[in-house]
Structures are given as C-alpha cells and as structure tokens.
C-alpha cells in the first residue's frame, strides 16, 4: 500500500483548491482500483466492493462509516446484498481533494484487511 495510508485528512475550506488533472494523475496510482467518475459535474473516485451477503457489506459499511467520522471526512455509501458502492469527494470545493485519495486509500486497505466468515 501507498504512502497516502499514513497521511490523516486536513481541514478543508470552501476556497481549498480542487485536484487539477495533472495532480489526479499523480495521485491515480495509490489507488488503482478506484475509478475517478464524473457525477454532475463533479468529479468522485468511485469503487465497488465485493461481499457473500448483506451481513457482511454491512459490516463494512459500518468500518468505513468510523473511518469518516474519525477523519472528519465522509463518503457517499450505498450498500446492498452483497456489495458496497463507495464514493469520495470534497462537499465543500465539488471536486476532488488529497484527502479524497487518502480516505479511498484506507477504505481498500479495510476492505483487503476483513476477516473472511
């Protein structure tokens, strides 16, 4: 895992400046397995989990719903049976920011880190 795993959110102002491409570029390959998606003009690092059942996409939902509350910093999650769609973003600039790529870093890391049942 990358180094972003390390890093802890930083307070963000509304006049924060979003991620340009080139910045996204950059911070692209700390997670690969995220997509960034452009959902009414705002762009989100989007990835879909895989689960045996709704417990179990439950549970991680709850983890990574402490995970944003702990960091200050929190996604858009929809769980159904079986999987669990997550999605970063900064509310506050309607764009991407380093704490974007830092927190989808730390969802795969919970995700990779479960317990099989």
Known sequence: MGKLIQEKCVACRRD?????DSEIAHLKPET?????????????????FSFKNFAEALAF????????????????????????????????????HRNDFIMAQKTSVFYGA????
């Open 16 to 20: 924060a400046p979003r991620l340009n």
């Open 32 to 48: 690969p397995e995220w997509q960034v998606l452009t959902e009414g003009d705002i762009p989100r690092l989007n990835r879909v």
């Open 61 to 96: 939902t709850q983890k990574v719903g402490e995970l944003a509350e702990s960091e200050g910093h929190h996604p858009a999650i929809l769980t159904e049976w079986g999987r669990v769609t997550v999605s970063w973003w900064t509310h506050k600039i309607r764009g991407l």
């Open 114 to 117: 479960r317990s099989p049942a």
